[in-house]
Every structure is written in C-alpha cells, then in structure tokens.
C-alpha cells in the first residue's frame, strides 16, 4: 500500500452506535477517507434495543428505503467528503434479483463494490453441489456487475465454501477480476480458514479487492465427555488477537495492494466515538513502522 504517513490512511469504518450523520462526521474527525453502508433491514423486535452488529445497526439501509432515505445517505458522505466505498447486503446464493436490488443502490451512491452470496456450509450438504450452485449464481452477478459497472465480491468467511483464500480464488477463477473478486479477511479466516496469509494474496493475485481489518483468539471451553478439551473462538480487538496485522499489512503491500482496508471491531471493548479515532491511529502507526 503505498500511503504515506502525511496523507488521511484510506481505512473506512462502520459501527452501529453512529446514525449515518454522526458516523461521517466522526469519520472525517478521525481522517478516514470511506464508509461502507450495511444493507439489511433492523428486525421490528429490535427498534428498542441497545445498538448492535448484526441487530439494531443505526448505519444499515433498509431495503424498503425510500429515495428520500437513500437521499440522506448519499448527502451526508458527500457532506463530509467521504466516498462510499461499498452496500454491504446479507445475499442468498442464487438470488439474483436481490442482488440487482443491491446493485441498484450502490449505483445510486456512487459505491464501488458490493457483496454477495455465499453457500453456507455446515456438513449438511456435499461441499461439491454447493461450489456448483455458487458457480451458477455467480455466472449471472458477472453480468449484473458488467451492466451496473459494480465489483461484486466474495467474502473469505468462516462456515461457509469460501472460508480460505484458496477456495475463494477456486470459486472466483473462472470469472473476469474486472467484475468478481475477493474481500480478504483474515479475521474470520482465524475462525476456520487459516493459511499462509501472503500466499493466499499471491494467489488471488487481480482478485483482491477488498480488505476488512479485525481480529479473533481462540480460548478453551469445557472438556468434552471423552476428556478432550474443547475449544472456541471469540472476537478480539484488532491489535490484541491472533493475525498479526503488522505482519499482514507488509504482506498486502509486498503483492502492490493499495485499496481500501476496512475496519471492523466486533470485539465491543471500545465505545463508539473512540474507537474510530483509536483505529485509525492504529492502522496509520503499522503503516509508518513498515
């Protein structure tokens, strides 16, 4: 990444505590340059509660938005002089016309990227059938992604067929890296997934697309029936868990990547407001010392 240490670090950042007005205004505080706008409507049973990831998150679109609403959005980036960097939906694989629905409003705000579907994978069904329904589904976002002139992204994501950058790279070779790629997670490659990072990166080679930034431990739970000691994963801060992101970043700059890294922190150790500052001091700090 060749960024210098005089420029505004090109991270974005997403929280659920922040409206869309109060995170871009933060965001700019802390000179980041992008926000990425989660995609998924907050359950009705949710409205009251204590702000969340994946439950009450105050940056989502909903998918019923009116223009009115995706209006706000658009605004109150440019207000700020922050770019949208992607609408990040929860698609199923194979369908195709919630895709386009995405597409269509990550035109509208000027995004670059989205992401889609992946086949969930819990042993339930053979690995095999799941890769072909991918690759069928895939076949039509290629063209979407042409029309709409949109990156459509396959996540590195645990409990799914593409936990590892290797078997991202199978699912996406047979597409054109103008209009599929891959958002490079470590993070969740620590929960299930783990390779040599910067083998991985070689191996996507013009795949790599995107890159999200958090982290993740492991800790023993109880023994099992037999004795054995089990173990589970958690969520970590970014400068506390297992990826060696130092490490990770120099990997990312040895294969010329200069996009856009993604900061996310599940971990909940820091508040709202200080952790966009922290984390872009952090990221910035890695970037100077390699």
Same mark, same amino acid.
């Given at each position: 990444?060749?960024?210098?240490?005089?420029?505004?670090?090109?991270?974005?950042?997403?929280?659920?505590?922040?409206?869309?007005?109060?995170?871009?205004?933060?965001?700019?505080?802390?000179?980041?340059?992008?926000?990425?706008?989660?995609?998924?409507?907050?359950?009705?049973?949710?409205?009251?509660?204590?702000?969340?990831?994946?439950?009450?998150?105050?940056?989502?679109?909903?998918?019923?938005?009116?223009?009115?609403?995706?209006?706000?959005?658009?605004?109150?980036?440019?207000?700020?002089?922050?770019?949208?960097?992607?609408?990040?939906?929860?698609?199923?694989?194979?369908?195709?016309?919630?895709?386009?629905?995405?597409?269509?409003?990550?035109?509208?705000?000027?995004?670059?990227?989205?992401?889609?579907?992946?086949?969930?994978?819990?042993?339930?069904?053979?690995?095999?059938? $799941?890769?072909?329904?991918?690759?069928?589904?895939?076949? @039509? !976002? +290629?063209?979407?992604?042409?029309? *709409? /002139?949109? &990156?459509?992204?396959?996540?590195?994501?645990?409990?799914?067929?593409?936990?590892?950058?290797?078997?991202?790279?199978?699912?996406?070779?047979?597409?054109?890296?103008?209009?599929?790629?891959?958002?490079?997670?470590?993070?969740?490659?620590?929960?299930?997934?783990?390779?040599?990072?910067?083998?991985?990166?070689?191996?996507?080679?013009?795949?790599?697309?995107?890159?999200?930034?958090?982290?993740?431990?492991?800790?023993?739970?109880?023994?099992?029936?037999?004795?054995?000691?089990?173990?589970?994963?958690?969520?970590?801060?970014?400068?506390?868990?297992?990826?060696?992101?130092?490490?990770?970043?120099?990997? $990312?700059?040895?294969?010329?990547?200069?996009?856009?890294? @993604? !900061? +996310?922190?599940?971990?909940?150790? *820091? /508040?709202? &407001?200080?952790?966009?500052?922290?984390?872009?001091?952090?990221?910035?700090?890695?970037?100077?010392?390699?």
């Amino acid at each position: 990444m060749e960024v210098s240490t005089d420029e505004a670090v090109r991270i974005y950042r997403r929280h659920p505590g922040f409206d869309p007005g109060r995170i871009s205004r933060r965001a700019k505080a802390a000179g980041i340059e992008g926000v990425e706008w989660r995609f998924k409507e907050i359950p009705e049973e949710a409205k009251d509660e204590k702000p969340s990831f994946w439950r009450r998150n105050l940056c989502s679109i909903d998918p019923k938005a009116s223009e009115e609403e995706l209006a706000r959005f658009e605004r109150v980036t440019k207000e700020h002089g922050l770019e949208t960097v992607s609408v990040t939906p929860y698609l199923t694989t194979g369908d195709l016309e919630g895709t386009e629905q995405v597409l269509r409003v990550a035109k509208r705000l000027g995004a670059r990227t989205i992401r889609v579907g992946v086949p969930r994978y819990d042993g339930t069904q053979n690995y095999n059938e $799941l890769f072909d329904q991918a690759v069928k589904y895939l076949h @039509g !976002v +290629e063209e979407l992604a042409k029309q *709409y /002139g949109i &990156k459509c992204l396959v996540e590195t994501h645990h409990v799914t067929i593409a936990p590892s950058a290797g078997l991202a790279h199978r699912l996406v070779s047979g597409f054109s890296p103008d209009h599929i790629g891959v958002l490079f997670d470590p993070g969740n490659m620590v929960h299930e997934g783990y390779e040599n990072f910067r083998m991985g990166l070689e191996l996507l080679g013009p795949y790599l697309a995107h890159v999200h930034i958090k982290n993740t431990g492991w800790k023993r739970t109880e023994q099992r029936a037999d004795g054995s000691q089990a173990w589970t994963s958690y969520w970590e801060p970014v400068n506390e868990g297992i990826v060696d992101w130092k490490q990770v970043l120099r990997d $990312l700059k040895a294969v010329g990547y200069d996009g856009y890294l @993604g !900061v +996310e922190d599940f971990s909940g150790k *820091y /508040g709202s &407001k200080e952790s966009l500052i922290s984390y872009a001091k952090q990221v910035r700090a890695w970037l100077a010392e390699i």
